[in-house]
């Protein structure tokens, strides 16, 4: 039975694209828009000017290339005012405008095949294939985009206001393995919000008659998860949660504290040729193995493209992620550590620390250059009195941020209204076609407009969000956790 006999008033592809040129186009930019609509960890944090969400969006179809999205705004009023028959005119206050500008410039990706015909007689449909793919990478990069930019605008630019340490560390260095979130921590960060001035996504109205604010803890899973473990959190959940099923201790929910909406990323490794986890909790797999001691040069891909050419540590602290091609990032010099894990071998749950700069990675985030560590070095020489040092590793190997004494970290955002703004320009996910050898390759590409950066006031500060840093323990992907650190050696 053929389709037109079971939907006889159907209307073929073909069709539509033959009556309306523009209709592919159309088509493609709307599935475009239901991906990031449905699927975007953002997509219920964004909204307009005013909305009240950390993500804030405009679209300018003035802006091209390289120029600016501009939101102006006024600020509020300030002084004394006047009393009684004083004269009033010698104290009046100006009106106050001001502009945030967020550049935007063209972000393309494209994927290419070849011998439509070998596809046809797969029954695969090259082009539906392609907008999946393109529409998939382009929602993974606006949200890895907002994390990004947020989480190196607090370690790099702004930690005074915009990071806070478990523990109350003052340097990564410092971060011990049991500085792990508690419900203090979440209510601490809040009040520093509340301090700075931060808007928050809600307001609850209290019997009093007073306001409670209410803002986002944006985190991977593994950052909330220590809460579990934790009494004050878990008899709060025992005695003030429901009864039975729902309880969250069973649902694996996790509920408001303080007025803080907990949001758990559950994402973290995929069979993709590219970056692994998430910005807030980075991860690579060791591509060419370490037979030695003596070898720098990292790379990623693990043992599926070890000598593979994608952006496998571009989720690393100090690499130079961009966002337009005429950014000016801060300048990272610290020194930064990674922990390469053997998850197989011989040595199996063995690990070495090793460290680098911000000038050791490849342009494209597929290599990182080290400084291979010794065994007399701080986290290696406890590890070698645990018998858990070494520094061979197979291709597989898991690789982590950490600090000097061995510790994996990670990080979470703690949102407020407008804690980043995000501009659309004159094109949003505009489809662009290529042919080459007379239509036996091909290509399909994506090309949109945008830009992204966090939102300060006239202060200069990110009023709107916090950074929170903390001890990865216990690493998702470790089953032996390295050996820990207490804050002495």
């Known amino acids: ?161 915009n990071l806070i340490r478990i523990g109350g560390r003052t340097s990564k260095e410092t971060i011990i393995s049991t500085d792990v979130l508690a419900p203090s921590n979440v209510e601490q960060s809040k009040a520093r919000l509340m301090g700075l001035g931060a808007s928050p996504i809600a307001t609850d109205l209290v019997e009093s008659g007073s306001v409670c604010p209410q803002f986002l803890l944006y985190a991977p899973d593994s950052f909330l998860r220590p809460l579990r473990t934790n009494g004050t959190f878990l008899n709060t959940l025992q005695y003030g949660d429901v009864r039975g099923k729902d309880n969250a201790l069973f649902t694996g929910h996790y509920p408001m504290w303080d007025n803080n909406v907990l949001y758990a990323d559950e994402q973290y490794t995929s069979d993709v040729n590219g970056r692994q986890g998430t910005p807030l909790i980075p991860m690579a797999f060791l591509g060419t193995a370490l037979t030695d001691g003596t070898t720098t040069t990292l790379t990623g891909g693990g043992v599926t493209d070890p000598a593979g050419t994608s952006d496998y540590f571009a989720y690393f602290p100090g690499y130079p992620w961009y966002i337009t091609s005429t950014d000016s990032l801060p300048s990272e010099t610290i020194t930064f550590y990674a922990m390469i894990y053997n998850l197989s071998g011989a040595d199996l749950y063995k690990y070495e620390i090793v460290s680098y700069l911000a000038t050791g990675f490849d342009a494209t985030g597929k290599s990182l250059v080290v400084t291979r560590g010794s065994a007399s070095d701080v986290g290696n020489a406890r590890a070698l009195a645990a018998n858990r040092y070494q520094n061979t590793h197979p291709s597989g190997s898991l690789i982590v941020p950490c600090n000097q004494q061995g510790v994996p970290l990670q990080w979470a955002l703690h949102l407020g209204s407008d804690a980043i703004r995000y501009a659309i320009g004159n094109v949003e996910n505009q489809r662009a076609d290529q042919l080459d050898d007379f239509g036996m390759q091909q290509g399909i590409a994506t090309n949109t407009i945008r830009g992204l950066s966090v939102f300060t006031d006239r202060r200069n500060i990110a009023k709107n969000f916090q950074c929170i840093e903390s001890a990865c323990n216990p690493h998702p992907l470790m089953p032996s956790q390295p050996v820990a650190w207490t804050g002495s050696n």
Do not use: C
């Open 1 to 161: 039975m053929s389709n037109s006999t079971l939907l006889p008033n159907s209307t073929a592809y073909a069709d539509l694209v033959s009556a309306d040129a523009d209709f592919r186009a159309i088509l493609w930019s709307r599935i475009f828009s239901q991906t990031f609509k449905y699927r975007s960890k953002w997509r219920h944090f964004t909204g307009p000017l005013d909305s009240g969400m950390p993500v804030i969006k405009k679209t300018d179809l003035t802006a091209g290339v390289a120029q600016d999205v501009v939101f102006n705004m006024v600020s509020p009023i300030g002084g004394q005012g006047q009393v009684g028959a004083n004269i009033l005119r010698t104290v009046t206050q100006a009106i106050t405008e001001h502009s945030f500008r967020v550049r935007v410039d063209v972000n393309r990706q494209g994927v290419a095949y070849n011998q439509l015909i070998n596809w046809l007689r797969k029954d695969m449909n090259p082009e539906q294939k392609a907008v999946e793919l393109l529409s998939d990478w382009a929602l993974r990069k606006y949200d890895d985009d907002i994390m990004v930019v947020l989480w190196r605008y607090a370690r790099a630019t702004d930690s005074g206001n």
